[in-house]
C-alpha cells in the first residue's frame, strides 16, 4: 500500500515563530488532507489539498503532485496551536485514508 | 455546519464483553468510514460503506463487525473484547462529488478493563 512519512517527529518552538512541516508519500494520490489533532483528540480538518495551494488565515499548504510531497506552513505560532498534525491520502481507486505518523508541535509561551 | 455525531464519546467495558458504537454522518453524505487510533499512533483504516454496503475493509478483527442502516447512520459492533483493543474510534463522512474530503466525529474513547 501507500506509505506515508513525516517530517519532523517532534517540534518545540517558542510562541510566535513560524514553521514547516512534510508529507512525502510513495504513490500518486486523488485525495491529501491535513489534520491538526489537538489535546482532546479530535481530529481537526484543516486543509484539502491533492494538489496546489491554500491558505487559511495562518495557516497555509502547498501539494506538489508530481513530486509526491505536500507541506504545511504555520506562521506566528500560538500555545493553541500545540498537537499532532497528521497528513493523510488516499491513491486512486481506494478511498480510505491512509495517515502519517504524524509531527507534534509543542509551542512554548 | 452539521458535523459527525458519534455515541458514546467514552465507554469502558470489561473483557469478553460487547460494545456499540453508533456514528451518525453528516446530512447528504454516502459513504462512512470508522478508524481506530491506538496510544500513540496514527489512525488505522478499520471499515467503509458507501449507500449501505460495505466498500472497503481494513485490519478489522473478526470480531467487529459493522453495517450502515437506510438512515446512513452506522454501527461497529465489538465482541470478546480484549485489552488491545482499548483505542480512540473515529468515524469519518463523505459525499461522493469528486471532492472525497473526508470529515471526522469527535470519536469514541473505549477503555477495556
Known amino acids: 500500500g501507500i506509505q506515508v512519512e513525516q517530517s519532523p517527529p517532534d517540534l518545540i518552538l517558542q510562541e510566535g515563530a513560524n514553521s514547516t512541516l512534510r508529507c512525502n508519500f510513495s504513490?500518486?494520490?486523488?485525495?491529501l488532507q491535513w489534520f491538526h489533532q489537538n489535546p482532546w483528540g479530535q481530529l481537526i480538518n484543516l486543509f484539502y489539498?491533492?494538489?496546489g495551494t491554500k491558505q487559511n488565515g495562518r495557516l497555509s499548504a502547498t501539494t506538489v503532485a508530481t513530486e509526491r510531497y505536500s507541506l504545511l506552513y504555520i506562521s506566528s505560532s500560538q500555545t493553541t496551536d500545540s498537537g499532532v498534525y497528521f497528513c493523510a491520502v488516499d491513491s486512486f481507486g481506494n478511498e480510505k485514508l491512509t495517515f502519517g505518523t504524524g509531527t507534534r508541535l509543542t509551542i512554548i509561551p | 455546519a452539521a458535523g459527525v455525531i458519534q455515541s458514546p464519546r467514552h465507554l469502558i467495558k470489561e473483557k469478553r464483553e460487547t460494545a456499540t458504537l453508533k456514528c451518525y454522518p453528516i446530512?447528504?453524505?454516502?459513504?462512512v468510514y470508522w478508524y481506530q487510533q491506538g496510544p500513540g499512533q496514527d489512525p488505522q483504516f478499520l471499515i467503509s460503506f458507501y449507500e449501505k454496503m460495505q466498500s472497503d475493509k481494513g485490519s478489522i478483527p473478526d470480531r467487529f463487525s459493522a453495517q450502515q442502516f437506510s438512515d446512513y447512520h452506522s454501527e461497529l459492533n465489538m465482541s470478546s473484547l480484549e485489552l488491545g483493543d482499548s483505542a480512540l474510534y473515529f468515524c469519518?463522512?463523505?459525499?461522493?462529488?469528486?471532492?472525497?474530503?473526508?470529515?471526522f466525529g469527535p470519536g469514541t474513547r473505549l477503555t477495556v478493563l
Open positions: 469519518a463522512s463523505s459525499r461522493t462529488s469528486g471532492i472525497d474530503e473526508q470529515f
Open positions: 489539498i491533492p494538489s
Open positions: 504513490d500518486s494520490v486523488n485525495n
Open positions: 446530512p447528504r453524505h454516502d459513504t
